[in-house]
């Protein structure tokens, strides 16, 4: 193990060049290529036309058929029959042309019946002077030419002479009875509809209306004609119409495709000319020389790798602790996409192998070792690539559901690890997220409206559960690795070291139960700090209890274990003292080295009093009249490096101080805070550490509104005064 944690220390250390960690991201992309690069590959077939196929082929992409789509829109509007409509003002217009024939025969009697008129006199004056009445002086023809005058010149050309005649000819009662026969026979064969190749039919059926009158034969052949005249065609083939309802009908028509993993032709069913054309359309036939796939395999992986990259440049870490989280990320995301790649290639008849896959693995340890963020953004990576790799034999295609499946069980084992610490609660998880993914695979299903039967559903039920459980044994399993390879101080290995029966934790209970109260107060001031200003409050109490075990070696020679004993260092010199009180910093040190203690409780118990100045033995020496230097009494350091080292010491030295107290009030308790913080301040021990003046404020009140509280002042009972008194 210290030989992979040199050569990863020798790794990190070359992450810190740019050049190297482009080159791990390289590697990545390598690898993602390398696994996916079969699941984009173009099928190559050798398919002719007319040749039987040997296999079922499926479509690796969904296109639109164009060709398809054009010819049924063409029978679609094939099917639209021209649209023909009635002009009922033909109707109108024929009606009324019969009626004004007849009104103005009518009119023209009614003008030579009646005396004395302009009428008259004109044919007076043209008279050969017999002695005849006007009436018997205007002859057959001037009455039809008298009669034209008053209609149109088509009408006086169209209309035969005999029938003129006969309209002149006869009485007005007659003429009146044939027009309401005319009209009357007119309405009823116009008011339907009479396209062009009917017309001589309904001039027919007019013709038989009429003949059937009891009409004068002259004028019976008169109104027959003017029938006969009068039918004409009132339906017209409406173009715009016609052309609107064939639009519609294109319109209606859906457009052709071909979906993705539909299947273009059978096994040994013949490749005819239209098979022939889909194939060529989804490009099963020209597939050899396509680098599309390709690019877009590695347009993929560049847009993955760039959010990843960016993610951890924008990492607000130290360099060390950067390239460890990205170390840790890289290993574990290689290891899932192997994996990966391992599940899709086991052949069942089932195609949703992918459910199997334990992603909550790395969310889960991701979460554990990092933080959420990373372990959200891991998964949602692996769930991108999955629905290529998992792509149902599909060249090209995407799993979708299998992306959506990970997606959500990753996220299940993130949210139920949310506030869930301990070791023990991870076997738990898997099972939480063994129902989440049961509930997300019969979602899925269900929302299909596939049905399947027994043997499927329990293929279903059974690869939820072992997607849930493989996720907890693997957590559990690597886990330890994880942590004990790079150094990486979990939230559940911080509470671990918690534990009062932690082996160090007793020794000092048992050894030394003065440090170990005093360490329990210092860790509960500086956790309270830490939380305040955002910093790491469960480290600071699990360092906190780990602080002092160099006193374990010693522990008479500390002040808060001399109960009921003389103070040793009385009979000792001061040069004596001072390394035994300045060898706990050291000795806790090389006891946590010993015990595999992680760095960061090392480094606490190392630096937490960073380089401060023993000014107690110093003085005495002075006093002695020995002739010392001031850095012989100081602590060998390192000065604190952390916020969380820094404020450790802080509270260590304020808690010791209070203590020393007889009543502390909160007033002394506050001068006392804040005169330590100034002298740290002024002797340089917060050069090191990332502490803002805002911060040290934030410190302060929150040390003294702690102290407040455990040092605050109690009510005297009478049965407390009355001891006092008998004890005085």
């Not at 004109?122 to 023809?141: C, D, F, W």
Request: charged fraction near 20%.
């Amino acid at each position: 193990m210290e030989k992979f944690q040199r050569q990863l220390a020798k790794i990190r250390n070359l992450l810190d060049i740019t050049f190297f960690r482009v080159a791990l991201f390289l590697i990545l992309g390598f690898v993602l290529y390398l696994v996916m690069y079969s699941n984009v590959k173009p099928e190559k077939l050798n398919l002719n036309l007319f040749s039987v196929a040997t296999e079922a082929i499926r479509s690796p992409v969904t296109v639109s058929d164009r060709e398809s789509t054009e010819r049924k829109r063409e029978a679609a509007e094939e099917q639209v029959a021209d649209v023909y409509v009635l002009k009922k003002e033909i109707n109108e217009n024929r009606v009324d042309l019969i009626t004004s024939i007849f009104d103005s025969s009518l009119a023209l009697k009614k003008e030579l019946e009646a005396p004395n008129t302009d009428l008259e006199e004109g044919a007076a004056n043209n008279s050969t002077g017999n002695g005849s009445t006007p009436n018997q002086s205007v002859t057959t023809s001037e009455k039809i030419d008298m009669l034209k005058e008053r209609l149109t010149e088509d009408v006086a050309n169209d209309v035969s002479d005999a029938t003129f005649t006969a309209l002149v000819s006869t009485s007005t009662a007659d003429l009146s009875i044939a027009k309401d026969l005319t009209v009357t026979a007119i309405n009823n064969i116009m008011k339907n509809k009479i396209p062009a190749d009917e017309v001589e039919n309904a001039k027919k059926r007019v013709e038989d209306e009429l003949r059937y009158t009891n009409l004068e034969s002259n004028l019976k052949n008169a109104v027959i004609e003017l029938g006969r005249y009068a039918i004409m065609q009132n339906e017209f083939f409406d173009v715009e119409a016609t052309q609107e309802l064939r639009q519609q009908a294109r319109e209606s028509v859906e457009p052709v495709k071909i979906l993705q993993g539909q299947i273009i032709v059978e096994e040994n069913q013949l490749i005819n000319p239209e098979i022939y054309r889909q194939l060529e359309l989804v490009g099963l036939l020209d597939n050899e020389n396509s680098l599309l796939p390709f690019i877009g395999l590695g347009l993929f992986i560049i847009i993955l790798l760039t959010a990843l990259y960016y993610y951890f440049y924008e990492l607000k870490l130290k360099g060390e602790t950067r390239q460890n989280y990205l170390l840790l990320f890289s290993i574990i995301f290689i290891f899932s996409i192997l994996l990966l790649k391992g599940i899709s290639l086991i052949q069942l008849e089932y195609s949703e192998i992918g459910y199997v896959f334990p992603v909550a693995m790395g969310a889960m340890l991701l979460k554990i070792l990092i933080d959420e963020r990373l372990a959200l953004l891991w998964t949602v990576s692996i769930s991108l690539c999955a629905t290529i790799i998992f792509n149902e034999g599909v060249t090209s295609a995407l799993n979708f559901h299998v992306g959506i499946y990970l997606l959500c069980s990753g996220i299940a084992g993130i949210l139920f690890l949310s506030k869930q610490n301990q070791r023990s609660k991870i076997l738990q998880a898997g099972l939480f997220i063994s129902a989440i993914n049961l509930m997300v695979i019969f979602a899925l299903v269900f929302m299909q409206n596939a049905h399947y039967n027994a043997l499927e559903y329990t293929f279903y039920f059974v690869a939820a559960f072992i997607s849930g459980i493989a996720s907890a044994v693997l957590t559990i399993g690597l886990l330890p690795f994880f942590e004990a390879g790079f150094g990486i101080l979990s939230t559940m290995r911080l509470i671990e070291l918690s534990n009062p029966n932690h082996p160090l934790l007793r020794k000092i209970l048992t050894e030394a139960p003065g440090t170990y109260h005093h360490s329990v107060m210092v860790a509960n001031l500086s956790e309270s700090a830490c939380e305040a200003i955002g910093a790491n409050g469960l480290l600071a109490r699990v360092g906190c209890y780990y602080h002092d075990i160099g006193k374990t070696n010693r522990p008479q020679f500390f002040i808060e274990n001399q109960m009921n004993i003389e103070n040793p260092h009385d009979r000792l010199p001061p040069q004596t003292s001072k390394n035994i009180i300045i060898a706990h910093a050291t000795d806790g040190a090389e006891i946590l080295r010993k015990y595999k203690l992680p760095k960061e409780i090392i480094d606490i118990a190392e630096q937490h009093h960073g380089t401060t100045l023993l000014k107690f033995f110093y003085h005495k020496a002075k006093e002695n009249g020995l002739e010392v230097e001031e850095k012989d009494y100081r602590y060998p350091g390192p000065k604190a490096q952390t916020k969380e080292t820094a404020i450790i010491g802080i509270a260590d030295s304020v808690e010791a101080a209070v203590r020393s107290m007889a009543s502390p009030n909160p007033e002394q308790i506050e001068g006392l805070v804040r005169n330590i913080i100034a002298d740290r301040l002024q002797d340089g021990q917060l050069n090191e550490c990332d502490l803002t003046l805002k911060e040290l404020e934030i410190v302060a009140n929150t040390l003294c509104e702690t102290l407040k509280g455990i040092f605050h002042s109690r009510i005297e009972y009478p049965e407390m005064t009355k001891q006092k008194v008998k004890q005085a």
